[in-house]
Structure formats: structure tokens, C-alpha cells
């Protein structure tokens, strides 16, 4: 009877330790898929820095 309690207690420990690491990788792709999404944005934006929207207003600069 002990050794089948010993199995059960070992069966619960890697049921809960597997959902850790199955929450692990889920957070991993998670922020994989973030990134590639933010490159993939960065990449593909207009760069509205370079070019003023408009010229200064009767040579007034500052």
C-alpha cells in the first residue's frame, strides 16, 4: 500500500510540475510572437521623424 502511494504522490508531482512548464512555454511563445510582430512593425513604419509636417510659418523657427 505504501508503494502505491508513493507512485500517486510521484504521479501528482510531475502532473503539476508538467502545467508549470507547460505555462513556461506558453509564455515564451507568447513574447516570441510579440516580438516578431514589434520587429515586423518597427521595420515596416514610416518614419515621420525625418520629415517635418510642416514648414515653419513665415520663416519663424523656433
Known sequence: M???EAIMSVLA???ISSFFV???MVGLADAF???VCWS???LTARKTADQP???PAH???A
Open 2 to 4: 505504501e508503494r502505491q
Open 13 to 15: 508531482i510531475l502532473m
Open 22 to 24: 507547460l505555462a513556461a
Open 33 to 35: 510572437v510579440h516580438f
Open 40 to 42: 515586423a512593425n518597427r
Open 53 to 55: 509636417d510642416h514648414s
Open 59 to 61: 520663416g519663424m523657427t
